[in-house]
């Protein structure tokens, strides 16, 4: 079994960052992490990956260039550094872990954290 917590959302002004961590126990090798997020009224959409074994990453277009996914296994954390936030940005973050293969698909999804709220204010 999976556990996923996650921490680190917040209140931020435009063009400011934060950083969210998420905790992982159970199995996790040969698994993908990332984050999703879903804004009130849309879908959950997702936002960032990567492969624990590898270290390979992939990111929306809506963040390349402004998010940050990193990794540490000893620790068994994946982080999300987001730096230039826009309002659009705001949404709950969702830790998301799928055991075998990345996907750009909520529903394809394995392991969902609680969530966690980030709020950029214009």
């Known amino acids: 079994q999976v556990q996923l917590v996650e921490s680190g959302g917040g209140l931020v002004q435009d063009g400011g960052s934060l950083r969210l961590s998420c905790a992982a126990s159970?199995?996790?090798?040969?698994?993908?992490m990332g984050w999703f997020r879903q804004a009130p009224g849309k879908e959950r959409e997702f936002v960032a990956t990567?492969?624990?074994?590898?270290?390979?990453?992939r990111y929306a277009d809506s963040v390349k260039g402004r998010f940050t996914i990193s990794r540490d296994n000893a620790n068994n954390t994946v982080y999300l550094q987001m730096n230039s936030l826009k309002p659009e940005d705001t949404a709950v973050y969702y830790c998301?872990?799928?055991?075998?293969?990345?996907?750009?698909?909520?529903?394809?999804?394995?392991?969902w954290g609680q969530g966690t709220q980030v709020t950029v204010s214009s």
């Open positions: 990567i492969s624990w074994s590898t270290g390979n990453t």
């Open positions: 998301a872990l799928r055991l075998s293969g990345w996907t750009y698909y909520a529903q394809n999804v394995d392991y």
């Open positions: 159970g199995r996790t090798f040969s698994s993908f």
